[in-house]
Structures are given as structure tokens and as C-alpha cells.
């Protein structure tokens, strides 16, 4: 082979091969540059059947540029959860799928690094389910529990925590990890069952009722030893774990439903008649600093939000709609 030739050949390969580069630059500038960006304690509004999405900067609500009904989103990899037309869908590195196709699906949950979803379909029973969103695959669960309800979250990003009763009667709550395929009892419920779970910083939160109606609410890290146990809690309609304590949405023995912040076992009522109405339904959520925010108001179905702050209660959104926030990981 003469020199011309070995040279012309080099030069064409050599031009594919920054061409190729080159694509390969634009594509990710194209999906970073479409990235939607949102902030914790991001909330979307609907009104008069037009949603919006908006974020918290400074204690302000901000708009969106986004047609996106955003239900969840990963602050690592801006993954996030949609709802069109009745559907959950979902968008990962710039590609939009459905999460089950002519299937009913409830409580879907990105993992912390936005690679998985696990969610239920609604059958004969609900059946739990895992997406692998980077290969766009579904994952098989080898589980033994027969979960209860919808009580799964997830631990951290590769493991999933859920509470119901396995192959040896076993009553408790359980962890699932998905690189090793393996299932192991987490923590024993001796008497009772669990009413609320919550899986919060590689720890799990929940509510337990034993018998007589006592109830226990408890807090245990990833080895299941328990960090923390509050026994007049009532009811849960969710929690939020800060530098500044653990908060309660819910109802403490001999009180009312309200916003409760707990320190040493201790528990403080927030909200008393400022807002006089919290709405449960709607959870709790938090900003940058860790601050906790609430929806609530004087009015039925006029709602504001509320964020806490030293724990004293000020108003920082109001205008018309309805308010759901944006579950961020």
C-alpha cells in the first residue's frame, strides 16, 4: 500500500471519528440544555384545569418554563415523574416512556440517583414492581411478603424498604436489594402493625399500632437498630427529618391535628390558629436550608403556604388554585 493511500485512509478516519465526537457533544449539550431544573420544596398549582409548575428561590415562588405536570424529580439526575393524560410517565436523560403500559399504576417513587422507579399496578392485589430507567428494562423482584397496602419507599438507591408479612409469617418491615436480588427482615413486629412508613436519610420512620390502640412511632436506621421512639403519637400524615428535628404532620394524644416538631422525645406543637386549617392530604415538603413548609389557610379551598422557620409560622405563597408539592429526592 503506497503513502497517498495509507494517508487518505487515516484522514477519513480521522474526520469520522471527530465527527462522531462532535455528535456526541451536541447530544449532551441538547439534553443538558432541555434539562428542567427543580428545587426542593417545588410546588405545582392547578387552576381552572391549567397546571404550572414553580419553584422556591428565596423564599419566593417562581415559575417554571415547563408544560410538564411534575408529581417527583431527582435533584442528582433530573429524572422526573409526569402525569399526562391520566398516566404516570417518565423522563430520563432526555427520553419520555410511559412507567406500565394499559396498567393502573399507584405510588410510583424514583430512587435517589434517578436510575429506578418502583411503583404497584393495581390487579387482584397490588403487585410491586421495579424499572431499571437507564436500560429501560423491567427488573424481577424475588420477594416472600406479601406487602401491605402501599407501604414502600425507598432506603437509599439501591434498596427498597417495605412493611408486610412473608412465607414464615413473619410480620415486619423488609428490605429488597436490587443489585443482589436478596430480601432480609429489617426490623420484627412483635404485636400489631405498621400504619405509616417513610424512608428518610438511609433510616426508615413509621407508625406502629399494637394492641388496646396503643401506638409507638419509631425511627430506625438501615441496620434496624432504633434511633428514636415516640409513644403518644396518634396518627401520621408525614414527617420530615432536619438538622432543626423531626417533624410531624398529624395528631399527638390528648391534641389536635397540627404541625409538631420533636427534640428529645419532646414533642412541640407548631400551629395553633395561624393557619387555622392545615391541609393533611397534602404532606409536608422542605427548602435549601431545611426549613419545612405546609399548605394550609383560614378559608376551606383557599390555600396558602406556610414555611417554618426558628419554628415560627409565616405565609409565603397565596394566589388561586389548588396546591400539590413536588416530591424531590
Known amino acids: 500500500m503506497n503513502t497517498k493511500k495509507i494517508r487518505r485512509i487515516f484522514l477519513v478516519n480521522f474526520i469520522l471519528i471527530i465527527a462522531i465526537l462532535l455528535y456526541g457533544c451536541k447530544k449532551d449539550s441538547e439534553i443538558e440544555e432541555n434539562k428542567i ?4 420544596g417545588a410546588i405545582a398549582i392547578e387552576d381552572s384545569g391549567q397546571y404550572k409548575i414553580y419553584n422556591l428561590i428565596n423564599n419566593k415562588y417562581e415559575k417554571v418554563d415547563t408544560e410538564y405536570i411534575i408529581t ?3 435533584l442528582k439526575s433530573g429524572s422526573f415523574i409526569y402525569s399526562e393524560n391520566g398516566e404516570y410517565k417518565i423522563k430520563h436523560s432526555g427520553k ?8 393502573t ?3 410510583p417513587k424514583l430512587s435517589e440517583n434517578g436510575k429506578y422507579v418502583a411503583y404497584f399496578t393495581k390487579e387482584v392485589y397490588l403487585n410491586l414492581k421495579l424499572k431499571d430507567l437507564v436500560n429501560n428494562e423491567e427488573v424481577s423482584i424475588n420477594s416472600n411478603v406479601a406487602i401491605s ?3 414502600m419507599d425507598w432506603l437509599d438507591e439501591k434498596n427498597l424498604v417495605y412493611y408486610g408479612v412473608d412465607n414464615n409469617k413473619n410480620n415486619g418491615l423488609f428490605i429488597y436489594n436490587i443489585e443482589e436480588k436478596q430480601e432480609k ?6 404485636l400489631g402493625y405498621v400504619e405509616f412508613l417513610k424512608g428518610l436519610d438511609n433510616g426508615v420512620v413509621f407508625l406502629q399500632e399494637k394492641e388496646g390502640k396503643q401506638k409507638i412511632f419509631k425511627i430506625i436506621d438501615s441496620s434496624g437498630k432504633a434511633i428514636d421512639i415516640i409513644e403518644n403519637v396518634m396518627d401520621v400524615s408525614d414527617v420530615e427529618v432536619t438538622s432543626q428535628g423531626i417533624f410531624i404532620l398529624g395528631k399527638l394524644q390528648d391534641n389536635n391535628y397540627s404541625l409538631y416538631k420533636i427534640n428529645d ?15 393533611l392530604d397534602k404532606g409536608l415538603s422542605k427548602d435549601k436550608n431545611g426549613n419545612i413548609i405546609f399548605i394550609g389557610g383560614d378559608i376551606p379551598n383557599q390555600e396558602k403556604i406556610y414555611v417554618c422557620e426558628d419554628d415560627t409560622i409565616s405565609t409565603i405563597h397565596e394566589s388561586s388554585g389548588s396546591y400539590n408539592f413536588i416530591d424531590c429526592n
Open 72 to 74: 417527583s424529580y431527582d
Open 96 to 103: 419520555e416512556e410511559l412507567i406500565e403500559d394499559n396498567k
Open 149 to 151: 397496602g402501599s407501604l
Open 105 to 107: 399504576v399507584i405510588s
Open 37 to 40: 431544573n427543580i428545587l426542593n
Open 185 to 190: 427482615l429489617l426490623y420484627k413486629i412483635d
Open 265 to 279: 422525645g419532646k414533642a412541640k406543637r407548631l400551629v395553633y390558629d395561624f393557619p387555622k386549617l392545615i391541609n
